[in-house]
């Protein structure tokens, strides 16, 4: 598409929609590109990765892109713990949100880019992301993180880390292997 048709195509939209469109495309594909797709992970995969470390009510929980936030409600009402997910992408962001109210459970969804957050209080760090963040989650998250918070990542692993325990792959459920960590 050469620039005069972009500038037709664009003039049959407002200011406003055009404004809509780029708040809800830039973080979109920010995303994907530089955390990974919103693919959720298997439920049975879920609390297979809950399940593999020891949580306590009142632990605080972050999920690292939270996606429909099946994680963080599944951490609040199974575990009693502080839950919260960081979600970038704003509809599906919007979506969790709209589904939160059957989970019933008390986990929180926010809207915001997880780089940017404060997690010094974190016990325990999950996530499903592609190789390139789990780099800059080694450079830039685990550096910030307290003694003793714990990372359970879905199918990734972390570079340059060795983890505490790795709960291997499933052929026959179809199930990645899980990488834990624990903050030296
Ligand atoms: C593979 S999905 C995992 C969703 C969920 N954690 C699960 O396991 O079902 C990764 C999610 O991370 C989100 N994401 C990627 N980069 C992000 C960032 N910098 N801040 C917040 N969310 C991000 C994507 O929009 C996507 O929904």
Redesign the pocket.
């Given at each position: 598409m050469d620039l005069s048709s972009l500038a037709t195509y664009l003039s049959h939209f407002t200011v406003l929609e055009v404004t809509i469109y780029l708040l809800i495309l830039i973080p979109t594909v920010?995303?994907?590109v530089?955390?990974?797709?919103?693919?959720?992970?298997q439920m049975r995969q879920v609390h297979r990765m809950l399940d593999a470390v020891p949580l306590k009510k009142g632990m605080k929980l972050y999920?690292?892109?939270?996606?429909?936030g099946?994680?963080v409600h599944t951490a609040s009402k199974k575990y009693n713990v502080e839950a919260v997910g960081?979600?970038?992408?704003p509809l599906?962001w919007l979506w969790g949100k709209m589904i939160s109210p059957f989970w019933r459970s008390k986990a929180k969804l926010k809207f915001?880019?997880?780089?940017r957050q404060n997690l010094s209080d974190a016990d325990i760090i999950?996530?499903?992301?592609l190789p390139g963040?789990m780099k800059r989650m080694r450079k830039e998250i685990y550096p910030r993180l307290k003694k003793g918070a714990i990372i359970i990542s879905?199918a990734f692993h972390i570079p340059e880390l060795d983890p505490l325990k790795i709960l291997p792959k499933d052929k026959d459920l179809k199930l990645s292997p899980v990488w834990i960590y624990e903050k030296k």
């Open positions: 920010y995303t994907m530089g955390g990974a797709p919103f693919v959720p992970t999920d690292l892109g939270s996606g429909d099946r994680l960081y979600e970038y992408s599906i915001g880019n997880f780089y999950v996530c499903y992301l963040p879905h």
